[in-house]
C-alpha cells in the first residue's frame, strides 16, 4: 500500500518551534519532488515549500521564507519541515505530498500525486 505518514503536528506558543516528518511507505520517494502544504478551514490549501529529488532545490511560500527549512534523507524515504518562529497564522492541518516530477514546481498542486492524511499544527498561547 503506498502512503505518505505525516508526523511532529501539536500545540506550540507563538515563537515556538517543531518539526514535521513524513515517511513514505511501500514506495519510494527519491526520485521525486516533495511538497508541504498546508490548510485552514474555509481556506485553499496553499503550498509551504517543496525540495526537488536531490535536495539541492527549495523554494518557499512568502509567508514563510526565513522562518521554515525544508530538508529530507532519501536513505530513510522522508522529508522533513522544520518550523521556526511560528505565528498563530501558521495553524493549519499540514499535508506532505508526492510529486510526479523530480524538480520543484510551486503552484502546481495537481503535479502532486500521494498525498498523506495531515497532521495539525496548532500555534497559541
Known amino acids: 500500500q503506498l502512503q505518505l505518514v505525516e508526523s511532529g503536528g501539536g500545540l506550540v506558543q507563538p515563537g515556538g518551534s517543531l518539526r514535521l516528518s513524513c515517511t513514505a511507505s511501500g514506495f519510494t520517494v527519491a526520485a521525486s519532488a516533495m511538497a508541504w502544504f498546508r490548510q485552514v478551514p474555509g481556506k485553499e490549501r496553499e503550498e509551504v515549500s517543496c525540495?526537488?529529488?536531490?535536495?539541492?532545490?527549495?523554494k518557499y511560500a512568502d509567508s514563510v521564507k526565513g522562518r521554515f527549512t525544508i530538508s529530507r534523507d532519501n536513505a530513510k524515504n522522508t522529508v522533513y519541515l522544520q518550523m521556526n518562529s511560528l505565528k498563530p497564522e501558521d495553524t493549519a492541518v499540514y499535508y506532505c505530498?508526492?510529486?510526479?516530477?523530480?524538480?520543484?514546481?510551486?503552484?502546481?498542486?495537481?503535479?502532486?500525486?500521494?498525498w498523506g492524511q495531515g497532521t495539525q499544527v496548532t500555534v497559541s498561547s
Open positions: 505530498a508526492a510529486s510526479a516530477f523530480a524538480v520543484c514546481f510551486m503552484g502546481r498542486e495537481t503535479y502532486y500525486k500521494h
Open positions: 525540495i526537488s529529488w536531490s535536495g539541492s532545490d527549495t
